[in-house]
């Protein structure tokens, strides 16, 4: 029998999901948290971009308000941000315990909110605020939550019919997860047609400028491929770190 919507709800919620912390989020009092829900399954890793990943898709750079602060004098802020910009799929900064109006590490408020302003007008990196270390662990099970049954729910686009091989092929691939306009038509460009993408091989998908190993391993998903095996082979094989990035920054859909 299948749930109804209430039940599926139910069930979403005392679903566990799996979480990646860096290493040296371990001393944090966010990682005790995520460690002690019995609805997270949390694992430590070196992570080569952002504190905490999910699905190898999104990577949260978490911040207190006191780090925020050091960050912006030594211009730490903006190397992560824009490594985490141009290096993961879905990038957010978190950050927690941020007061308005005050000065963390002594950076006056103009000059916090400042920065801010840059890491979303500027980097277009979401930002996300909690109050405590309780609530950040709950945004992060809850946006996982999301991305999860985004991932399971059909969607149908509406409106626009593209006419013409090209652009209804274009159209098609851009149906695929993480594909936008450029990776689609570095992917028609490299293979010709709709067809041969999908029977492409992984270790081809990724040599696809653009396609890194997290947007390769999207495509296997979505065509019913086994998306930890791509990342295994092609990670291990081509010396990529453990969020399957090239040392090169990719173009963004």
């Known amino acids: 029998m299948v ?91 978190l950050v927690e315990g941020l007061q308005p109006s005050s000065a963390p590490a002594g950076v006056p408020w103009h000059a916090v909110r400042g920065a801010l302003i840059s890491v979303a007008a500027v980097f277009a990196v979401p930002i996300l605020f909690s109050h405590d270390p309780d609530e950040s662990a709950e945004i992060m099970v809850t946006a996982a939550r999301q991305l999860r049954r985004a991932r399971s729910t059909a969607y149908c686009r509406p409106g626009y019919r593209p006419k013409g091989w090209r652009k209804r092929s274009l159209f098609i691939l851009q149906g695929l997860p993480n594909i936008g306009p450029r990776r689609a038509q570095a992917l028609l460009e490299a293979f010709g047609s709709v067809r041969a993408v999908m029977s492409a091989r992984s270790d081809r998908l990724v040599d696809v400028d653009g ?26 094989a081509r010396g990529r770190d453990w969020q399957g990035r090239r040392g090169r920054v990719p173009m963004t859909g």
């Open 3 to 93: 749930p109804d919507s209430e039940t599926a709800d139910e069930l979403e919620k005392v679903a566990i999901v799996d979480i990646v912390a860096d290493v040296r989020e371990r001393p944090s009092a966010t990682f005790a948290v995520l460690a002690s829900r019995s609805d997270v399954a949390l694992t430590t890793a070196t992570l080569k971009f952002g504190d905490y990943s999910i699905a190898a898709q999104l990577s949260f750079e978490r911040k207190t308000a006191e780090d925020l602060g050091r960050s912006i004098i030594d211009g730490r802020l903006f190397r992560q941000i824009s490594a985490l910009r141009y290096r993961v799929d879905r990038p957010i900064l």
């Open 211 to 236: 396609i890194g190993v997290g947007a390769a391993a999207s495509i296997s998903r979505a065509i019913g491929d086994e998306p930890r095996l791509l990342i295994e082979r092609t990670g291990r």
